[in-house]
């Protein structure tokens, strides 16, 4: 049976002062970078695809290795449903 552990990892973190108040600046984030495709994402998994397959999607939406997996404020994007997906496994 699996066994869980903790591992501890050290996190950097910058403050970059930007134009604007914050709010604004998460907006122009999420203009700017893709939305992840949860349902691709699920077809994947559900499929047994490979991980391959996988980092070819991601790949393909997000050429510069962002994406944008959950929003601010009105229409929310929700990041279970490719969550459970993954924890549901290909036969879920």
Sequence with gaps: MPRTRSVDHGVTGFD???PGTFEEAVRRHESLV?????????????SGGSWESALALAEGNAPHGSMTFWK??????DPRPGLDAVREG???
């Design 16 to 18: 970059v002062t930007l």
């Design 34 to 46: 893709p939305d992840h495709r949860a349902a691709e994402v699920r077809a994947i998994v559900r």
């Design 72 to 77: 601010s404020g009105n229409g929310a994007h």
């Design 90 to 92: 290909p036969h879920g």
